[in-house]
């Protein structure tokens, strides 16, 4: 068994943890092109972990132009077996104010200008995404909230649109009618590849405001949103500080099976394969190409 790593996508407002000791970032090459950042190698509280600033520092590349494959493909090859996922959302919910946080379940993918998929011609491959994020990483998220008294929301569906535009007040109402819970712009096609390259993924969506849909959205200033991202950024770290060592002790395999997703997914015959997309998946896919 690979030992459990955990590799940490910080969202906006997140692009840095305080308390990491041996802290190196390095750069790591993908085949898939330039990740957002080089990687924070280092350890908290004497757990290696790898934490990657998703928009990279400074907050210079928007959701669209974000190089997801790169991200993961990059993640996987530190040795990374399970990512955690903090997005800054807004609230499709009275009851979901500026300052929640949900652990969330199911996503509605909206997006259409991203590369979904690093299986493409040469090497075709369809794995599940009916569960899209790992419940027993979700149980390891949820025992830290508690441990450092965080509320957490327990399930949620999260609408990811391909931004950098907010939606338009037809579009929010629409969202609302599908039952979502949560508005955002960058977690697929995250958790799309991260089960392509076998890596558990769990996602912790940050409320910053309410989206247009809510009467006193208009009232909202840049100033508050700025406050209440800044407070979700500190839960968030203290979050990422109690969850590290239950991840790290962690022993066997996933049992959603998050790390053996492309057991029965690949459909190309090995014959058929296109050796150099071969090579180029050698760490998202080399598990089961090495067969």
Known sequence: MTPPLL?????????????????AWRRV???????????????LDGQPVVFLPRHGRGHRIPPTELNYRANIDA????????????????????????GSFVLVDQFIDRTFARQKT????GCVAHVSMAHPVCGRLGEL?????????????????YLVME?????????????????????????????????????????????????????DHDAVT??????????NARHARALIRQVVPLVATHQGPCRQGCQTSLDAALITAPEARDPILMHTLDAVAGRVLRR
């Open 163 to 215: 931004g950098p535009q907010f939606s338009t007040l037809a579009e929010s109402r629409l969202y609302r009618s599908w039952g979502c819970d949560v508005i955002g712009m960058t977690n697929m096609p995250e958790a799309k590849l991260s089960r392509e390259a076998e890596i558990c993924y769990a996602t912790v969506a940050m409320v910053t405001d309410f989206d247009c849909w809510h009467p």
């Open 118 to 121: 690093f299986f493409t011609a």
């Open 7 to 23: 590799g940490i996508l910080g969202g906006s407002g997140v692009y840095q943890i305080e308390g990491m000791t041996d802290v």
């Open 75 to 98: 993640l996987k090859r530190s040795g990374v077996t399970d990512i955690l996922s903090l997005s800054a959302v807004g609230s499709l919910r009275e009851d979901l104010p500026p």
């Open 141 to 157: 998220v949820t025992e830290a909230a508690r441990q450092i008294d965080l509320p957490l929301r327990q399930g949620g569906t």
């Open 222 to 231: 840049v100033d508050q949103v700025i406050a209440v991202l800044q407070q």
């Open 29 to 43: 090459t993908s085949p898939f092109g330039e990740p957002s950042d080089e990687l924070c190698f280092g350890k």
